[in-house]
């Protein structure tokens, strides 16, 4: 069966990860659910395996950043076909995958808490997470926080609630919940308190709520209504004969974006291609790939394509695009010296 895999013969349907070409998610394209419900941290995946399996009208979109909460994800999802799992971090990418007014419900279970000050950032809830949420959540689509800490709900009531078209029901502790999490259950073991905060985008709501998107601009169609796939650049030049250790350790920033090169690899002899490690950031976000350049001499023509390499994947922010433009500026210059 394409897409699955035995390991220490537990069944893994590796189909069930997303990798988006293109940004948003067509969600129409995942089978016309009634509804579609996004879990942000799902840790080892029983609550989204539960969840998927009591509500089969719901396509469940779960959201994680650890490759190995994804793996025992898929294998508690087992042959649901109404879950699909996005390794990404959602500060960033709730934005960027969902359209406006496109999820029933976001769901976060014990999110790590991140308690001191200076790592507000990291915490999920950070400053842009109200704007996101108003934006991709649908008039009547909720949002559901379940924490051990009190202060976490409290900050989260008080920045959703206070915004417009948000509405923020009062706390509950330890309220019962049909399907629970190994973090619920361990803590409500140890006689903790647990927290829920409900909010919901109140159906009254008029404004246009949309919050502004890094990718999509680099996602836009072709005239033709083909995929744009403007990521890569083609240059004049062959590739620099003295080697590509002039570019281990150079990088730029720009606007709210950084980006680094480092090591390079020979990817094909054959080919001329080589493979050069490279770092982005967009603020806290930060993707790891490589860079591929392939030399090809056409009637007599040389030129040198940069892409991020097929192996990688890659979602095409504006640090990404600098650092592609950055690279073919580099190689451009090294080339006439
Ligand atoms: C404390 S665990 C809770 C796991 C699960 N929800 C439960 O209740 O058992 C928090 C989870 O959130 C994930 N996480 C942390 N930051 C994240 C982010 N920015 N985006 C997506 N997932 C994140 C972590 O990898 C971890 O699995």
Redesign the pocket.
């Known amino acids: 069966m394409s897409g699955r895999f035995s390991i220490f013969s537990m069944d893994i349907d590796y189909s069930k990860i997303l990798f988006p070409r293109k940004l948003p998610l067509d969600l129409e394209s995942f089978g016309g659910f009634k509804k579609t419900v996004l879990e942000?941290?799902?840790?080892?995946g029983e609550?989204t395996a539960q969840y998927a399996a009591s509500h089969d009208d719901t396509l469940v979109i779960g959201?994680?950043?650890?490759p190995s909460?994804i793996v025992r994800c898929l294998k508690r999802a087992g042959d649901l076909s109404n879950i699909k799992i996005i390794r990404a971090?959602?500060?960033f990418m709730m934005r960027e995958l969902f359209p406006d007014a496109s999820l029933d419900g976001v769901i976060m279970?014990?999110?790590?808490p991140w308690p001191k000050n200076r790592h507000a950032a990291r915490r999920?809830t950070d400053a842009s997470f109200a704007d996101s949420l108003s934006s991709v959540l649908k008039p009547g689509g909720t949002f559901e926080l379940v924490t051990d800490e009190e202060w976490y709900a409290a900050d989260a009531a008080s920045a959703l609630g206070y915004f417009e078209g948000m509405t923020a029901y009062a706390l509950e502790t330890n309220p019962t919940r049909a399907v629970t999490?190994?973090?619920?259950r361990k803590w409500l073991d140890m006689g903790k308190n647990i927290t829920r905060l409900l909010v919901a985008k109140t159906d009254v709501f008029v404004g246009a709520a949309s919050v502004s998107r890094k990718t999509w601009e680099f996602y836009r169609e072709n005239d033709d209504g083909g995929e744009c796939d403007m990521m890569h650049i083609r240059i004049d030049k062959a590739l620099p004969t003295g080697g590509l250790g002039f570019l281990f350790g150079t990088g730029g920033e720009r606007e709210e974006a950084h980006w680094a090169f480092k090591k390079s690899y020979v990817s094909s002899r054959a080919e001329d291609s080589y493979l050069i490690e490279t770092i982005c950031a967009d603020l806290d976000f930060e993707q790891r790939f490589y860079l591929k350049l392939t030399e090809r001499n056409d009637d007599g023509k040389t030129t040198t394509l940069i892409k991020p390499d097929g192996t990688s994947h890659v979602y095409l922010t504006p640090a990404v695009r600098f650092a592609i433009e950055d690279m073919a500026n580099r190689l451009s210059t090294q080339a006439q010296a």
């Not at 942000?40 to 080892?44: E, K, M, Q, V």
């Not at 959201?63 to 650890?66: A, D, F, G, Y």
């Not at 999490?181 to 619920?184: A, G, I, N």
């Open positions: 942000i941290g799902f840790g080892n609550y959201m994680e950043v650890s909460c971090d959602a500060r279970n014990f999110p790590c999920v999490t190994k973090y619920e």
